[in-house]
Structure formats: structure tokens, C-alpha cells
């Protein structure tokens, strides 16, 4: 394919602009200096520039040779680094000390900044493309923030479009599914109180240590005996901190935090209710008392059906139909969430894995693959040309 083979030659100069944004990684809501990047580049492009919605957020406007339909879509990848130290030896390697890019935001923003780079110099397309760079991806709200500060009035869109690398599939594939892909996703803190005293005389405590083991195990039946067993969701709880360091002392309160996940909204809502009641009972039972706070992180990313089958058919022009595979809903959660709430669209998973290349996302050895960097410029490129097709006459 010549598209393919044009970005591939260019990669050498795509994967210093990733090197780049890998070496200075920035978090939620701070990407200020990525954004500066990102806009110096698409300005050279000759590609216009909006900034001003959700602290850091930049938006390239990529008109085509045409504006008959009046249409536009949306490409959108997100920007921000984790709180990660580093431990991958890169002459590139983060310079700012606990932070890196171990998601590979660095790459979405690569991949994104050369498909713009090529719609601009080609404008193949009639109505208008927004290149749409995210901050705070990774549980800062950053999609939500983008579309409460009113993305969609400034920025009217058919369709918007997400994409994330994947480290456990190898280079040239690609994953999607139509409908929920990724769960809602919630955490949750329960504070557990009683009555502390010495632990040789727990008859005259409250122990909450007790009363919160006593939670962790029956917050496990919600999933195995209230969810309908063909409808998948999980709650762990992550943290339980008790104890004032004195192993004779039976502490006053203990904490318990985690993450509650579930594709459905009905069955979202359930998940917060019974850990509600469950909490508040099992401590009431023994006398104690609980403090439940409960924070929405993101609903589920919904892939609508006709875009779906549209990345699926560009997907398959870009890796052949033997590369593109169907994506099993997972877990994880993803803010692209705010923007399908809002707007049909879909999100697609990219191959990047290769030898030792794989370590995990969010891993302190996590790097991006830069040799996908041409394929997911394909893909953006060619799915902006067939969203918007110039119209004959
Ligand atoms: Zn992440
Ligand atoms: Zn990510």
C-alpha cells in the first residue's frame, strides 16, 4: 500500500518527535509542555490550532479540498505519562524523575501527529478532520473534562475515533468489537470504625480488623452471586491499611480501598449498592461502624455498530483480514468513554508487541514500539479519507 509505504519512510523523523515526548513525560492536567510541542508541529503543518478547553488539550482543524457535506470527524489520542519511575535503558529515558510514559501515550501522539502531517499535504477528504489530543487519560477525567467544557458544540462530529497500542499483540494487528469493549470503571473507599484497646482484652474492643476481613470476604459474593453469572464484572479491594505499628494494640479504625468494574449500567449501579450494604451491614453486626465513599472513573466505551464495521473494513486495508481480530471486552478502563457517551464512534486496539518488547502497560519497562508508528498513521489517514469521501462534481 503507498500510504503505508510513504509514513514508513518517514519514521525516522515520526520517531524522534515520540522519543521527544517520551524523554519529558507529563501528567494529568500538566502536559504543557507536550502541548507546546504538539502545537509548534501541527503550526508547521500549516494545520490550525485551537487551545483552551480542559487546561492542555490541542486540537488541529485539518480542512479537506472540499466542504461540500459539511461534515467532520473526530481522531483523538491522549497525551499524559503515569507516576511511574523508570527502569528501561533508553538514551531517551524519561528526564523527569518518577514519571514515564508507560502507557504509550507518546506514541498515540506520534501516530496522530503524522497522520495530520500527511492530511494536511494531501487533503484528500471533503469536510473537515480534527486531530484531538486528550489530556488526562489515566483517571484524571480528561475526556470528561473535553466534552463538559463542550467539545462537541465548538467541534461538531459524525463520527470520533480512539486507538490504543497493545503490547500482548504482535506488530500488524489489530483488535476491535462492536458494543461495550471496555468496562465502567469505579473505586471505592470504606472506612471502618470500632473501638481500639489492648489486643490480650479484645472483649472490651471493637476490632475492626475482624469486622474488616469480614467485608473483603463477603464483597467477593457480589460478583459471584448477585451479577448474573453471563454478565461480566469484578470489584477487588486493593488497600486495607489497620494498626498503629504495636502488635498489642487492636486498632480503632481500619481503611479498605479498591475498584469495582462491570459493562452494564444497570449492573453498575448494583455493584455500588450490595458493596454499600454489605459494608455497612457486616460492621453493624459487629457492632462497628462504616464510612463508604464511591467515585465514578469512567462508564463504558460503547463502540457503535456502523463505525465499528467502517474501522474494521480500514483496518483490514491497512494489516489484511487475517490481522484483524475480534477484541474480547476486558476490564480496563478507558476516558474515550466521555466522548462515545456523546458521539458514535469507535476504539481499536494496535498491535505492538515484539521479543522483549512486550513488557506490560503501566509497566516501569514499558516502552512503545516505534516500527508501529506508520501503520497507525495508515490507519488514521485512511479512516479520516473514507469517513469523509470527496464528493465527484
Ligand atoms: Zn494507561
Ligand atoms: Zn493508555
Given amino acids: 500500500m503507498l500510504l503505508l509505504k510513504k509514513l514508513k519512510e518517514r519514521n525516522s523523523v515520526f520517531s524522534q518527535w515520540r522519543q521527544h515526548i517520551h524523554a519529558y513525560p507529563e501528567t494529568a492536567f500538566e502536559e504543557f509542555k507536550t502541548a507546546e510541542y504538539i502545537e509548534k508541529l501541527l503550526t508547521s503543518f500549516g494545520v490550525k490550532v485551537y487551545r483552551g478547553m480542559a487546561k492542555t488539550a490541542v486540537v488541529g482543524i485539518i480542512r479537506g479540498k472540499s466542504n461540500k457535506s459539511g461534515l467532520a470527524v473526530g481522531l483523538r489520542a491522549d497525551m499524559d505519562a503515569l507516576n511511574i519511575p523508570e527502569e528501561i535503558g533508553l538514551s531517551y529515558i524519561s528526564k523527569h524523575k518518577g514519571k514515564m510514559h508507560a502507557c504509550g501515550h507518546d506514541g498515540h501522539i506520534a501516530m496522530l501527529l503524522a497522520a495530520t502531517q500527511y492530511l494536511a499535504e494531501t487533503r484528500d477528504f471533503d469536510g473537515t478532520v480534527y486531530a484531538v489530543f486528550q489530556p488526562a487519560e489515566e483517571g484524571g477525567g480528561g475526556g470528561n473534562a473535553m466534552v463538559q467544557e ?195 464512534g469507535a476504539f481499536i486496539m494496535l498491535g505492538q508487541g515484539k521479543g522483549d518488547n512486550t513488557s506490560g502497560l503501566h509497566s516501569s519497562y514499558y516502552n512503545f514500539n516505534d516500527d508501529i508508528i506508520p501503520l497507525g498513521a495508515a490507519y488514521w489517514v485512511k479512516l479520516a479519507e473514507t469517513s469523509l469521501p470527496l464528493k465527484e462534481g
Fill in 150 to 344: 463542550g467539545f462537541f458544540k465548538k467541534f461538531p462530529c459524525k463520527a470520533i475515533f480512539g486507538m490504543h497500542n497493545w503490547p500482548q499483540l504482535p506488530v500488524g494487528a489489530m483488535m476491535i468489537c462492536e458494543g461495550p469493549m471496555l468496562a465502567a470503571a469505579a473505586t471505592f473507599t470504606l472506612k471502618v470504625t470500632g473501638k481500639g484497646g489492648h489486643a490480650a482484652l479484645p472483649h472490651h474492643t471493637i476490632d475492626v480488623v475482624t469486622v474488616a476481613s469480614a467485608i473483603v470476604t463477603s464483597l467477593q459474593s457480589i460478583v459471584s452471586r448477585n451479577v448474573d453469572p453471563a454478565d461480566s464484572s469484578v470489584i477487588s479491594v486493593c488497600e486495607f491499611h489497620a494498626g498503629t505499628g504495636s502488635l498489642n494494640v487492636l486498632p480503632e479504625t481500619a481503611t479498605l480501598g479498591g475498584t469495582a468494574r462491570s459493562f452494564k449500567p444497570e449492573t453498575h449501579k448494583m455493584l455500588e449498592m450490595n458493596l454499600r450494604r454489605i459494608a455497612t451491614s457486616v460492621s453493624e453486626a459487629h457492632g462497628a461502624t462504616a464510612l463508604v465513599e464511591w467515585r465514578e472513573i469512567n462508564p463504558p466505551v460503547v463502540n457503535a455498530l456502523a463505525e465499528t464495521k467502517l474501522c474494521r473494513e480500514v483496518a483490514t486495508q491497512i494489516v489484511g483480514e487475517e490481522n484483524v481480530h475480534v477484541f474480547t471486552p476486558t476490564m480496563g478502563g478507558e476516558d474515550f468513554a466521555y466522548f462515545l457517551q456523546e458521539c458514535p
